[in-house]
């Protein structure tokens, strides 16, 4: 439902002149027989194998290839290498001349202008969205970049600015939308914000409520939990048309939520929180992690009971804490020699243990979060969950939606489908295209060493 909106940002970026095609592979594939002149890819830390596949075919068959995004800032000498050029900023202060020079045959192998305002960002090209190669996809728009808050294994802590824009320009970009209107009009004038905390400042998040009233349009957006227990303003999320609340609970357990330095989440009212918010028709779904160093194996093994206890609310997403490079965790566990050797780009992907955790073997981590997939996802407990919630609202789409919501619960056990799959890093294996397409272009798949904790400058040298 939720796709990265980069390629619309990017795409409104070229000059108008330019002739734009847009892929996202989750969505349908790259094709490699056609020819462009310049291709610019954005890609999760993961995915990078896979991503410099692709920038080596095309470049040996003519393309200018670039980078950009956090994986290439943070591991930028290692990207010049397999692209021609790589942009280690944002994208609004660079992209225009990193064009203008490939016009001219000049380009660099770095871009690195700092941000300039939010309201340098353009409206994006929905235009360019192709609702038929994902029938269930909501357009996207960001209010805010950054977030004012300091988890110690977000990839945002202590790199990002928390800045927002104007909110005429995020109106703007509302009312230029082209909606989906498949699903016998299900998600029609339905969107995502796609901030990572849309609450950063919650009096910014009313400016914007208040604003988005008469638009008369249903919206879903990630907010932290502080938000969740402000009750005035939740009522005055749900007036303004929002449908759907994501929070990174991360823990139930305090200790767990303190080494992860996740203050704002005191969960003291847990219970009352969510049953208030769905009472305003808004349809809860949270994020768990397991693996800090405040888990024991007593409290992962009676994480379902306490689940239990609040009815089993919707967990959409459920992984293992992953120490992103240029992070504060990355540092410690690097600097504490609690790196798992053998650990490679693809294992950054928050289903695999990358480090041993104080109190855990990375086994039993691994083993925790494969019945905890299989616990949380069962049907009976969904049941419960729905049954809980059912009649807490009579708001328009509630009903249906809860359904739905709690039913796309399942998908964690998705992982769970390759029986190979170790969880472990350096024992799982890249996809197999990937595999034998590395083999023949001679590569190794990208390994994260404890000194991967440098920034990009010095990356560069
Ligand atoms: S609240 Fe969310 S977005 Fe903000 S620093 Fe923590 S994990 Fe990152």
Redesign the pocket.
Same mark, same amino acid.
């Given at each position: 439902m939720m796709q990265p909106a980069a390629p619309e940002l990017l795409a409104a970026l070229c000059p108008p002149a330019a002739e734009v095609e847009l892929y996202n592979e989750k969505e349908r594939d790259v094709p490699l027989d056609r020819h462009w002149d310049l291709v610019l890819f954005s890609y999760l830390d993961p995915f990078y194998d896979h991503t410099r596949v692709l920038s080596e075919i095309f470049r040996r068959r003519g393309m200018t290839t670039v980078a950009g995004g956090r994986h290439a800032r943070q591991f930028a000498r290692d990207c010049t290498r397999w692209f021609d050029a790589v942009v280690t900023a944002e994208p609004e202060a660079n992209l225009s001349g990193l064009i203008a020079d490939f016009e001219r045959g000049r380009l660099r192998k770095i871009y690195d202008l700092p941000a300039g305002s939010p309201s340098a960002i353009p409206p994006y090209r929905y235009d360019l969205v192709d609702f038929r190669t994902n029938r269930f996809r909501s357009p996207t728009v960001e209010a805010s970049r950054g !977030?004012p808050?300091? !988890?110690n294994f977000?990839v945002? @802590?202590g790199r990002e600015p928390y800045v927002y824009r104007p909110i005429d320009d995020v109106l703007r970009d509302i009312r230029g939308m082209r909606w989906n209107r498949g699903l016998h009009g299900l998600l029609h004038r339905a969107f995502m914000f796609y901030d =990572? =905390?849309l609450g950063g400042s919650p009096r910014h998040l009313r400016a914007l409520c208040e604003a988005l009233l008469p638009l008369k349009t249903t919206w879903g957006c990630s907010v @932290?939990f502080n938000v969740l227990e402000d009750h005035e303003l939740v009522r005055l999320m749900a007036r303004a048309g929002c449908g759907f609340i994501y929070t990174?609970l991360e823990s139930l357990n305090a200790r767990s939520i303190e080494s992860m330095n996740?203050r704002?989440n005191r969960l003291r009212h847990l219970d009352a929180v969510i049953r208030r918010t769905y009472a305003e028709g808004i349809l809860l779904s949270f994020g768990l992690v397991i693996g800090s160093d405040g888990d024991t194996n007593e409290y992962l093994v009676r994480l379902p009971d306490y689940l239990s206890d609040l009815k089993f609310f919707a967990i959409t997403f459920l992984g293992i804490l992953c120490p992103y490079p240029g992070t504060p965790l990355f540092a410690t566990v690097a600097r504490e020699g609690r790196l798992l050797p053998g650990t490679t780009a693809r294992d950054l992907d928050t289903y695999t243990v990358c480090h041993r955790a104080r109190h855990l073997d990375p086994t039993e981590v691994a083993e925790h979060y494969q019945r905890l997939c299989r616990s949380v996802a069962r049907l009976p407990n969904l049941v419960r969950h729905c049954a809980d919630k059912f009649f807490l609202s009579d708001r328009r789409g509630y009903k249906p939606g809860l359904v739905v919501a709690s039913l796309e619960a399942r998908s964690i056990t998705h992982n769970l489908r390759n029986p190979e799959r170790t969880y472990i890093a350096g024992r799982d294996g890249i996809e197999a295209w990937d595999a034998e397409q590395m083999r023949t272009l001679g590569m190794e798949p990208q390994r994260i060493e404890a000194t991967a904790a440098c920034d990009a400058a010095t990356a560069i040298g």
């Open positions: !977030c808050f300091a !988890c977000c945002l @802590t =990572n =905390n @932290t990174g996740k704002q």
